[in-house]
């Protein structure tokens, strides 16, 4: 297969849908020598956060000397950044290849048994398990669940550690309503004495973390009770029996961005004794250098994308302008996925200049869907124009998806330029 079919081959799963069941990747495990046992690996669950912590960990434990493997999703600019090492992206002919050493698996496990065909996450699921515990073996992983904990795909390893940056509600109709029922779906990919580092935690769920720690042996390590921050403008001192660093200045914007950094600190200490280049000088290089594409990302002087796909992001997205630029004009441009709490999300906004749109994806919601009171636009690209005209602060907001589009459509224009 060459890229576009190799592409091609791993869409074609995609139809099957969300039906998590651990049998079917056990099967495709088993029957390719159980590769995921190879792997030192460091698992993420949550709800927001986890990628912008799983890349702070990449960034350090690469500036350690650590080949680093990332296993991340939605990709943002291509779909190869979903398997990265060192934060670098699988190469087309690698992942071609990939494709073709796992698809005899994959086959098998269609035509042998009862448990039907893989979903497209999977799939890549079990790509990634081959790639970094066979093809390609890494030092450390960084394995970012896709929905939930305990039945999600990647729940298949023991993990060095398990990092949880935080719990909302999202993705309500597989995980269940209440944040308990949340929380308790993403807590089950936690081992038996693995460490559980988390993030802030309401008092309806901050017991559910600790009685799973205790059920598991684990030792919990909480943000502000076991490490914690302390701002200052720009830059933050992270704090810990541990270890403690001064000065940090991140790239990425907004507190919910250093206490994911924070994790990220903790998460490195702990892991500092199996990989004894970690030092506290690395880590803060490392964590200074990171950046997650769409994730409070200043693309240009005036231009903000902030993927916030739910209320709890989109709480911490206004938080951040208000913080950050207190003294500008904002126009918000957003789009979201039919599926999310749309009105509710957009309340959090109603205080900037808000501009509706739409996107070429299947599940994004179209301008009707919208409520009437919001400005609308059915081409994003002239709400961008106004950016360029303008010393008002410009953010694009929304699903991950609308800002994968953005950014592709902004980078093109600059190349083109």
């Known amino acids: 297969m060459n890229y576009q079919q190799t592409l091609e081959w791993i869409h074609s799963f995609k139809a099957n849908g969300r039906r998590p069941n651990l049998k079917r990747m056990t099967f495709l495990l088993e029957n390719s020598g159980n590769p995921q046992q190879n792997l030192a690996a460091v698992h993420i669950v949550g709800t927001n956060g986890k990628g912008s912590t799983a890349s702070f960990l990449q960034h350090l434990l690469t500036e350690a000397g650590y080949q680093t493997g990332t296993f991340t999703s939605p990709f943002i600019t291509r779909f190869n950044e979903r398997l990265a090492i060192n934060g670098q992206p699988i190469s087309d002919d690698k992942l071609s290849c990939l494709a073709a050493t796992v698809k005899p698996a994959v086959e098998k496990l269609q035509n ?22 066979q093809v390609n073996p890494v030092d450390i992983a960084i394995i970012e669940a896709g929905i939930g904990g305990l039945h999600d795909s990647t729940n298949v390893f023991k993990a060095l550690a398990l990092v949880c940056p935080s719990i909302s509600r999202d993705h309500t109709e597989t995980l269940g309503n209440s944040l308990t029922e949340i929380a308790r779906q993403k807590l089950g990919a936690l081992d038996k004495g693995v460490p559980l580092i988390f993030g802030p935690m309401t008092d309806e769920i901050r017991p559910i973390f600790y009685q799973t720690a205790q059920q598991m042996q684990s030792i919990p390590y909480e943000f502000e009770q076991d490490f914690s921050i302390l ?57 200074q250098s990171a950046l997650w594409p769409g994730r409070g990302e200043l693309i240009a002087d005036n231009l903000l994308l902030d993927g916030a796909h739910n209320e709890d992001s989109i709480r911490k997205l206004s938080q951040l302008l208000k913080d950050e630029f207190p003294d500008k004009t904002i126009h ?48 994003y690209r ?32 600059t190349r083109i330029s």
């Open 332 to 379: 918000i441009l957003f789009a979201g996925l039919k599926r999310k709490p749309l009105e509710n999300m957009l309340k959090h906004l109603a205080s900037f200049d808000i501009t509706l749109t739409t996107f070429s994806f299947y599940e994004a919601a179209q301008l009707e869907s919208y409520p009437e009171r919001y400005p609308k636009t059915k081409d």
């Open 112 to 133: 042998t048994t009862s448990l039907g065909r893989p979903t497209e996450f999977e799939v890549i699921t079990f790509m990634m398990f081959v790639y970094f515990g």
């Open 231 to 287: 701002e200052k403008d720009r830059t933050f001192d992270f704090t810990s029996p541990m270890a403690n660093i001064t000065d940090i200045h991140l790239k990425m914007l907004g507190r919910h961005q250093k206490i994911n950094a924070s994790l990220a600190i903790m998460t490195s200490l702990i892991l500092s004794s199996k990989f004894p280049k970690i030092t506290p000088s690395v880590i803060k290089s490392g964590i």
């Open 382 to 413: 002239s709400w961008l124009k106004r950016a360029e005209q303008s010393e008002d602060l410009f953010v694009v907001t929304g699903s991950l998806y609308f800002i994968s589009e953005i950014r592709n459509y902004l980078l093109k224009k």
